[in-house]
């Protein structure tokens, strides 16, 4: 099983809609949980933290964890083109290191 | 958020040559830094975590003899690409963790990455 899973995509989303986009991961006791924006090209940029259950908002990033079903996800209100971009979700493994997932490719349609 | 630096930003060889790349963290301390390859529309690979005055641990299938990794200070790492190959063409990115008091509250930066292109 796969330690972080994230659907590959493409995602496809009408500009001024709600993208989200979605994460599960193994390790029941992982306590850290990150979603990185990454532009073709570029090297990968945090956005998000969040380490407890329930919502966490920054902007029109909101990140959602629930640890009993062990999933994260992360909602984009008000969808821009400049929001396409691959979304990484990463959580802190046993050994502090951090683990990626595939990424999710989010397309924003104009 | 943090700032971690690499330098160059881009660069090309010819074939057996070595190349070093430098990444830097610039406003804060990391004990523990990441080196990852990319390769085109692929997700990140790690390659090594580099440790402060101690040897870098290699991932599975990494040859530590062919990429050298040297952490000198808590702002310093380098990784050393020796006798590159073109299949070692790839997107080179490191990252470094800044602790934040807590351990769940360490996070991770990534530098902008180097490009490395072997003729």
């Known amino acids: 099983q796969k330690e972080v899973e994230q659907n590959s995509g493409p995602l496809s989303v009408p500009e001024g809609a709600i993208a989200s986009l979605n994460c599960t991961y193994s390790?029941?006791?992982?306590?850290?949980f990150f979603w990185y924006r990454q532009y073709s090209g570029k090297s990968p940029e945090l956005i998000m933290s969040?380490?407890?259950?329930g919502d966490k908002e920054d902007g029109r990033f909101t990140a959602q964890l629930n640890k009993a079903s062990q999933y994260v996800s992360l909602l984009i209100r008000d969808s821009q083109p400049s929001d396409s971009a691959t979304y990484l979700c990463?959580?802190?493994?046993?050994?502090?290191?951090?683990?990626f997932g595939k990424g999710t490719r989010l397309h924003i349609l104009p | 958020g943090a700032v971690v630096s690499q330098h160059p930003s881009r660069v090309i060889c010819k074939s057996g040559t070595s190349v070093k790349i430098e990444c830097r963290s610039l406003d804060f301390q990391a004990t523990t830094m990441f080196w990852y390859r990319q390769f085109p529309k692929k997700s990140l690979m790690l390659m090594a975590t580099?440790?402060?005055?101690?040897?870098?641990?290699?991932e599975q299938g990494v040859e530590k003899d062919k990429f050298l990794i040297n952490h000198a200070s808590l702002t310093l790492s380098t990784l050393t690409v020796t006798s590159a190959h073109p299949e070692d063409s790839s997107f080179y990115i490191c990252s470094a963790i800044r602790l934040a008091g807590e351990v769940r509250g360490n996070e991770q930066f990534f530098g902008p990455g180097t490009r490395l292109t072997v003729l």
């Open positions: 969040i380490y407890s259950n």
């Open positions: 390790d029941r006791v992982s306590q850290s």
């Open positions: 580099s440790n402060e005055g101690s040897k870098a641990t290699y």
């Open positions: 990463a959580v802190r493994g046993r050994d502090d290191k951090i683990i």
